[in-house]
């Protein structure tokens, strides 16, 4: 399995954009996609996620300005982020959760993109 992200690039504070991501291979029926990301200096931390079933989560510090949906006929993930703030400067990385029979999971990364939010 392997997922490409796409789409970073810099915006003004306020403004709004998209990244997708593609995952290739067999990605199985159970997964989950979403998105991390990295601050300058500091920890990856979750962005938010959409299940197989459409469900989707998000970190606290996005909720209501971040939408994450999925295509599965793409195998495709976005991120639509508006209201974008200088704080939300980061590379951004797209994964793929897969669960296993076991109960166990198994995750795969994206290559990161970086988006730049001037003030």
């Known amino acids: 399995v392997q997922l490409q992200a796409s789409g970073g690039g810099v915006v003004e504070a306020g403004g709004s954009h998209h990244l997708s991501c593609t995952a290739s291979?067999?990605?199985?029926?159970?997964?989950?996609l979403g998105w991390y990301r990295q601050a300058p200096g500091k920890q990856r931390d979750l962005v938010g996620f959409?299940?197989?079933?459409?469900?989707?989560n998000y970190d606290d510090a996005v909720q209501g300005r971040f939408t994450i949906s999925r295509d599965n006929t793409k195998n495709t993930v976005h991120l639509q982020m508006n209201d974008l703030k200088p704080e939300d400067t980061a590379v951004y990385y797209c994964?793929?959760?897969?669960?296993?029979?076991?109960?166990?999971?198994?995750?795969?990364w994206g290559q990161g993109t970086l988006v730049t939010v001037s003030s």
């Open positions: 994964y793929l959760r897969m669960a296993q029979q076991d109960g166990s999971a198994v995750v795969f």
């Open positions: 291979g067999n990605i199985g029926d159970r997964n989950a």
């Open positions: 959409v299940n197989y079933d459409g469900r989707t």
